[in-house]
């Protein structure tokens, strides 16, 4: 077995430099299953991170799936096949009504690549709305709306960035109304902005659990304002759902329909098939229709009859095992237990999150509300020493990102837990 110091060597060399991984010693996997994972020196990890394997590590009925769909036919959408079609009708029977059509991709950046366009095709105008610390995807146009990896050349002229919510320091001073109100108005100048050039508004983009903004608490209504800015301007909404979707928050199977607006179009990615390379676009029949004359698009991978049976097994185990439900009361039983390490840890500053999202913001003072990035650094350094994985996100880079499969329980989040206030003890 090779160290990891030759594995990161051959990474440097075959991959090229700047790759990133996980932790300062990063974890050299070999297997997985359900909620676990192990290295090559056969030490097992909880994984209370990664939320691709939506279902599990090789969950059975996703792998048994994968396998006798592969054994039987493997092509592209230009032939005819039932697969595309009968997840389709599932896949968009847990949206609102007027969301009934699909486009298949392969990943999340294709997704919302194509939504941009959609948008396009819809107002005829360019001009995009991001938050100032989002993050949707990796190709030439959705890098254009990240502020972490500004592109080269810097933003084109047809991207605004508004401040990302952020509930520990909220815009307007305080959380309610004075909160959404002064992020409605940002939305609002940015349309302004934007409409004052050529390029026009087109779309807000957005995940509506703002994920990687560090899923902040916001009031109920809180994008009402934004949404009806939006739309008074004739643009269009775009959901983000790579993170929040599939019934992850737990009380909705959508993080829109938690955050109480019907969007536009709905991007989708990570989870849907469970490891498999699956990604959608869901919108209104009318919004397709209009891409599709705008733009030649085709996707040699995206819906093949495989990635389907793989995506339709994912509906399958979310729906006979109950997970929206057991995400909704493991991620309670989750929370307060951090609520409780929170009442000895004067470093945790806020417990938030729903359902199998959740974590704590690390605050050097409470009072001041100072982020700690560098304390969430070496936290989650030390707890994957100790056999459990997770990661740190948020406008601060400071708030620990909890984000397990599915069917994480009560066992495995009090193990989680247990681990954690020793940690915290040594910080």
Known sequence: ???????????????GRGMSTFYTDPVHLVRGSGVWLWDADGRKYLDCYNNVPHVGHCHPAVVE?????????NTHTRYLHEGILGYVERLTATFDPSL?????TCTGSEANDIALRMAQAVTGKTGVIATDHTYHGNTTAVSQLSTRMPPVGGFGGHVRHVPAPDSARPLGGAPGAAFAAAFTARVEQAIADLEATTHGFSALILCPYFANEGFPDLPPGFLDGAIAAVRKAGGVVIADEVQPGFGRTGSHFWGHQRAGFVPDIVTLGKPMAN???VGAVVTTPDTLNAFRKA???????GGNP????AALAVLDVLRDENLMENARAVGDHARHGLERLAARHDLIGMVRGAGLFFGAELMLDRTARTPAPDHATRLINGMKDRGILMGKIGVGECTTKIRPPMPFSRDNADLMLEVLDDVLATL
């Not at 077995?1 to 991959?15: G, I, P, S, V």
């Not at 799936?65 to 036919?73: N, V």
């Open 1 to 15: 077995m090779q160290a990891n110091t030759d594995l990161l060597a051959r990474r440097e060399r075959l991959l």
């Open 65 to 73: 799936a994968i396998c006798r769909q592969a054994s039987l036919l």
């Open 100 to 104: 009934s059509t699909a486009i298949m």
């Open 275 to 277: 490891g498999h390379p």
């Open 295 to 301: 733009f030649r698009y085709f996707n040699t991978f």
């Open 306 to 309: 495989v990635s389907c049976a």
